[in-house]
């Protein structure tokens, strides 16, 4: 009985000991109060698009409260993608798209479409492109599209133009395509807006023309490009053209932080231009996340906070589920929707008075589908966010030591006093049976 005793008080010892040095998570629900506090929140994200211009990237918010803030520049940077998704150059700081001015001064713009192939400026189709710019070192075009107002605008402008530039000595030949009837031919230059104004030099795309469209900043920009241009250069292939064509295919990373209401709303990224009519035939926003997440990110980046974390359980820490995935439009007209719900929760570590026991985030719960839009519409990439009212609160429980010592004292008073009446019970029986 003795050996016994011992064996059993070993290993509730033991136990009680791991158990008191073990710690356990206590999760709880409470009013979020933060909306009184701070009636915004600051929505950080990190966004690659890559088929869609940093000239056409605008970021809009909207929400149930009214507010609608188109094409926002506050804490908003763009960075140039190369075809292959990485960064290229700095697009800049965020800023209001530039009213482009336009020449007034020409006849009825009713007339503007009627033209004669071959005449100035020159109208080329898919069959003589590729081979009018081999034939010519540089060529200035015009993809447009008969329907578009800028383009019935800029019309008179680019026939003032082209017979400016085949009265001058510059080199330059100035054409135009028709994206309705050369439709083809346009997706292969991945003309994404209308206007389109690209320059070409030795058969190759050099750059798009994003200036005032007057005859006067027409012929500046031609006079600089020409100035520059090397026409010592080796012969250009079809092959070279195509390589050369599949660069254009630019993208765009939009990164920052805004600020908004803790109301259920959404703010979304799209293709908008104040000076052109889009081609919602090549709008394409296949895009990667690579970052999502509401509040200040010191709160969970700092020393501090991720000396408090480590304690919690990943299936606990959900602040940026989203990130570094990529959601991809194979189809036009298409585009991904969001949805986002967010939880304000606080995690605590030791005596929730001192701010360096608890560290307060935001989590997300997050879903994706794919909306198909009417082919009338330019399609978004669309993330909708709601708070929720009530937040969750993680905490760390461990056991006091008067609460151990307690239990160590009960288990030998309670082993003694078990096995003593075992023992009792056990020499009444066999006494008995000897008598």
């Keep these: 009985m003795s050996l016994c005793c011992i064996s059993i008080m070993s290993i509730l010892f033991m136990s009680e000991t791991i158990a008191f040095a073990k710690t356990k998570t206590v999760t709880e629900i409470f009013v979020d109060d933060q909306s009184s506090l701070q009636p915004q929140i600051k929505l950080n994200f990190d966004l690659s698009f890559y088929a869609l211009p940093c000239e056409y990237l605008s970021v809009d918010v909207l929400d149930s409260l009214g ?21 290229r150059d700095f697009h800049g700081v965020n800023v209001e798209q530039r009213e482009i001015k336009h020449d007034e001064d020409h006849p009825n713009e009713n007339d503007a479409y009627d033209w ?7 109208v080329l189709d898919s069959e003589h492109f590729e081979t009018f ?19 019935q605008r800029l019309h008179p402008t680019w026939e003032y133009f082209a017979k400016d530039i085949k009265d001058s000595d510059l080199k330059l030949v100035v054409a135009m395509v028709d994206c309705v009837a050369q439709q083809t031919l346009c ?37 600089d490009k020409m100035k520059n241009m090397d026409f010592n250069v080796i012969q250009i292939t079809p092959r070279m053209i195509l390589e050369q064509n599949h660069l254009t295919q630019e993208g765009c990373q939009v990164s920052g932080h805004i600020m908004i209401n803790r109301v259920p709303g959404n703010f979304h990224v799209e293709a908008r231009s104040n000076s052109h009519n889009l081609n919602i035939a090549m709008t394409n926003l296949t895009h990667t996340i690579n970052h999502l997440s509401f509040g200040n990110k010191e709160d969970f980046d700092s020393a501090r906070s991720r000396r408090v974390l480590k304690h919690f359980p990943i299936s606990s ?11 991809k439009t194979l189809e036009y007209h298409k585009a991904f929707h969001h949805n986002v719900k967010v939880v304000s929760t606080k995690y605590t570590l030791g005596p929730s008075d001192s701010r360096a026991y608890y560290v307060f985030a935001h989590q997300i719960l997050a879903q994706s589908q794919l909306v198909e839009y009417e082919i009338q519409n330019v399609p978004e990439a669309r993330f909708s966010y709601d708070i929720s009212p009530m937040g969750v609160g993680h905490s760390m429980k461990a056991r006091m030591w008067y609460d151990y010592v307690t239990s160590l004292l009960a288990i030998i008073g309670g082993t003694f006093s078990t096995l003593g009446l075992i023992d009792a019970t056990l020499y009444r029986i066999f006494k008995s049976k000897k008598l």
């Design 67 to 87: 507010t609608n803030r188109q094409n926002i520049t506050k804490n908003v940077e763009k960075w140039h993608l190369d075809d292959s998704g990485k960064k």
């Design 116 to 122: 004669i192939p071959g005449d100035t400026p020159v």
């Design 133 to 151: 710019l081999q034939e010519h070192p540089a060529v200035f075009v015009d993809f447009f599209a008969p329907w578009c107002i800028w383009c």
């Design 187 to 223: 997706q292969q230059h991945s003309i994404r807006a209308f206007p389109t104004l690209r320059y070409f030099e030795n058969g190759r795309s050099v750059t798009d023309y994003h200036g005032d469209r007057t005859t006067s900043a027409l012929m500046v920009f031609s006079q």
């Design 317 to 327: 820490r959900q602040f940026n589920p989203l990130e570094d995935t990529t959601y």
